[in-house]
Every structure is written in C-alpha cells, then in structure tokens.
C-alpha cells in the first residue's frame, strides 16, 4: 500500500489550514505526534493537523490524519483525549494478561 494519498491529503488539509489560521489571526499551523518515537522516523506522518491560536485549550480547527475528518476543538483536548484512549488500553491489555496468567 502506498502513503502517496495519505500524503496529497495531509497537505491539502494543511493548506485549508493556513487559509483559516489567516482568517482566525491564527499562529500557523502545526502537527501533532501521540508518540513521540514515530517522530524520529522520516516516513511517518502527524497525527493531526491544527491552527494555533496561542492557548493549548483554545477552540481551534484540528484535523484528524487517521479520519479524514476536521474537528472544531482544542488541540489540548485530542491530547488529553489520545492519552485516556491510551492508558485505557493498556489497562484492558493488562487486565487480560492478568486473566490469562
């Protein structure tokens, strides 16, 4: 499978981005990574695209790489978000290993 669309769709929502980001007096735009590893690999995409607008819990426009999909919150809130989606997960995970054992 080629990432050649994920990309021409990354950078098409980065440019709707930066048409918003100068609408909303917005600080440019910026990339989200939920783990911090995957940013060191070169073919690796963001999680999610945002505008920043000076306050981590601003409403902003985010786009979600992974859905597609452009979400009206704060950058702060996916964040937060992402991390309980994870540690829920790892407690289900652990929890299983625990039955298992």
Do not use: C
């Amino acid at each position: 499978m080629t990432r050649f669309p994920q990309l021409k769709r990354l950078e098409r929502a980065e440019t709707h981005l930066q048409g918003v980001s100068a609408l909303a007096n917005g600080h440019g735009v910026e990339a989200l990574w939920f783990d911090e590893a995957r940013r060191s690999d070169p073919r690796a995409v963001p999680d999610a695209l945002y505008v920043n607008m000076g306050d981590s819990y601003a409403p902003t426009i985010v786009y979600d790489v992974a859905s597609g999909e452009y979400l009206f919150t704060s950058w702060g809130d996916v964040v937060e978000a992402a991390d309980a989606a994870r540690e829920a997960e790892a407690a289900s995970a652990a929890e299983a290993e625990t039955v298992e054992g």
